[in-house]
């Protein structure tokens, strides 16, 4: 039977091996959890998530990291160096030294200065300033061309779409765009002459609103037809029709072109001015099988299997992170609460906590 040991030390970390002996310890995979000490609990949580991605978590067990960094002409690349030590040290190292966040801490300060201090702040903008950095320092572009006004208004969507994202990867192509980015598609509809036209834009996460229900359960699939739904442009928002050359009426809607390896998808508890409310809805979201595909453009694979969650209990003005993370080695569940890391039962990984959801594609999971 397995021994959980938790190794409290006066240090800046703690680290938790899952195997049967310490002295004879060949496991490779290890469950560690950073201290609050040096990182605040929205930082440890959402670190936690992205250390059981498990593609992410390969690219720097592998040190694949190191040729694109090598690839590139950027003099700072300290960001992906320190996380990539980050997860190797949480994921093989069998002593028991703790694990120093200290320097990735530092990185992500110098990359992002609103994270100096130890304030507490939001764990869905601490992980966009993350992976917008590390994408940054291992980007394989390394001279991004000359911005040209090409027209693709002449051909079908689904070609159009597929030349608006091979302009994207022209500046944007990296490990990181590989597994997170997604593409979303746009379409306005005059409401007087009917024209349509379409924009395309790259996602790194879905923001989505909490439906409200009178009465009965909210679904994770309630808000996604929220955030997809048929909006309306009247008034001061009408927008001008490329046609009519005059403001009209239009309707706008949102659908998934290309759908990402991992989506992320954030559900939106806090109000726009962050620190007014809270929304405490328990929404309902399924482990495995997200069938996302009503919501697709074209007729794509877009099955998810969740792997980790963010959760956010308390209020705006005293709450805590903690991660659910599933061991994508042993697919076992597991809590991280600052110092503390327990194993859980896949029944509790849902709570009205849950803020910030980490699915992978279904053709890339492990189950």
Request: contains cysteine; aromatic residues 12%; glycine residues 4%.
């Amino acid at each position: 039977m397995r021994t959980l040991y938790t190794l409290i030390m006066h240090s800046l970390a703690i680290q938790v091996c899952i195997c049967d002996s310490r002295s004879s310890c060949e496991c490779r995979y290890f469950i560690s959890v950073v201290w609050v000490v040096v990182l605040q609990c929205f930082m440890n949580s959402i670190l936690q998530c992205l250390s059981n991605t498990h593609s992410l978590r390969d690219y720097c067990l592998h040190n694949s990291h190191r040729r694109d960094l090598n690839n590139n002409s950027r003099t700072n690349t300290a960001l992906m160096e320190e996380f990539a030590k980050l997860i190797q040290t949480m994921w093989t190292s069998c002593s028991s030294e703790a694990i120093s966040p200290s320097e990735f801490k530092t990185q992500i300060q110098r990359y992002a200065p609103r994270f100096v201090g130890y304030n507490q702040q939001d764990a869905q903008e601490f992980l966009r300033f993350l992976l917008d950095g590390l994408h940054n320092e291992v980007n394989r572009v390394t001279v991004r061309p000359r911005g040209t006004v090409e027209d693709f208004d002449h051909l079908p969507d689904e070609e159009k779409g597929k030349k608006m994202w091979s302009k994207y990867l022209e500046r944007e192509d990296s490990k990181i765009v590989d597994l997170f980015v997604g593409q979303l598609k746009s379409t306005l509809t005059c409401s007087h002459c009917g024209f349509c036209s379409t924009v395309f834009d790259p996602f790194w996460d879905l923001s989505l609103p909490i439906a409200k229900k009178g009465y009965g359960e909210v679904s994770l699939m309630d808000c996604m037809r929220l955030f997809t739904k048929e909006d309306v442009l009247d008034g001061d928002e009408k927008p001008t029709c490329y046609r009519c050359k005059a403001r009209r009426r239009c309707t706008k809607k949102f659908t998934i072109q290309k759908f990402p390896k991992i989506l992320v998808l954030h559900l939106k508890r806090f109000s726009e001015a962050r620190r007014t409310s809270k929304l405490s809805t328990f929404v309902n979201f399924p482990m495995k099988d997200l069938d996302l595909r009503e919501f697709a453009s074209e007729n794509f694979n877009a099955v998810y299997n969740l792997y980790a969650v963010s959760n956010h209990s308390g209020t705006t003005m005293g709450g805590h992170y903690t991660a659910y993370c599933r061991n994508p080695n042993s697919g076992e569940w597991y809590t991280f609460n600052d110092s503390r890391v327990t194993p859980m039962s896949s029944s509790q990984v849902r709570s009205s906590d849950a803020y910030v959801l980490f699915y992978e594609l279904a053709s890339s999971s492990r189950m």
